[in-house]
């Protein structure tokens, strides 16, 4: 009986959905906004990073950028602007799935450098940037659902500057980045046209390149470059 029940809500939850065409649910979603205020604490806890104080008066310029594909080990690049005006660029990488909260495994790579002038200034220009973390705003719990359905690797970039703290997450931003058009077009998802994923793609692109982080599958495994 309980089965059945569920059977019957869950079809009852599709037609509705369909009524008046089979997007226009995403495209007049009323629900809450979206709001990410960081990273779930499971990942926090499994790089042995805290959250960001609600106090960040003296806190240095600081970007955490982690990266958690579903089958393959979690990233976490710290990217810290010191006093003195040096970069330092910190990998961090776990033994486990990201697609497992509870069974990430422990740090299986550490690795802390100094970046140049040159490097700091190419990676910083890209950071800075508040369309970075912008990317999701307007949107609401429903369309960001959706989107984060089509693919399982999850990508958080984290900010702290002036004593402010943003932070935004995007699944997948090349794969979506290159979805988008089709979205809007083929699937009449016109509520996405006001996403401009292009600095946070050129961002993490960046961060990508400085770390020395290589794609080599589909499902979004990464490869670090200082190994080989």
Known sequence: M?????????????????????HDWINNDDGPDFEFAGPPEYLLKAFGVASYPKILKDHPEE???????PFSSPILVIITVKQDKTCTLTLLRLSGPGGYPDDLGKIDYADTTKLNVEEKRGLLSK????????????????????????DGNSTIIERVVEGKHSACRVSSPRYLAQELEGLIENQGLTVYSKIDLEPFVDAFDAVCKSAGLEFNSAYGEVTIKKEH
């Open 2 to 22: 309980k089965l059945n029940a569920i059977i019957a809500f869950l079809c009852l939850q599709y037609s509705c959905l369909c009524l008046g065409g089979p």
């Open 127 to 150: 950071l800075r940037k508040d369309e970075v973390y912008d990317a999701m705003n307007g949107l609401t719990e429903m369309q960001v659902m959706f989107l984060e359905s089509m």
């Open 63 to 69: 970007y955490r950028i982690f990266y958690s594909p």
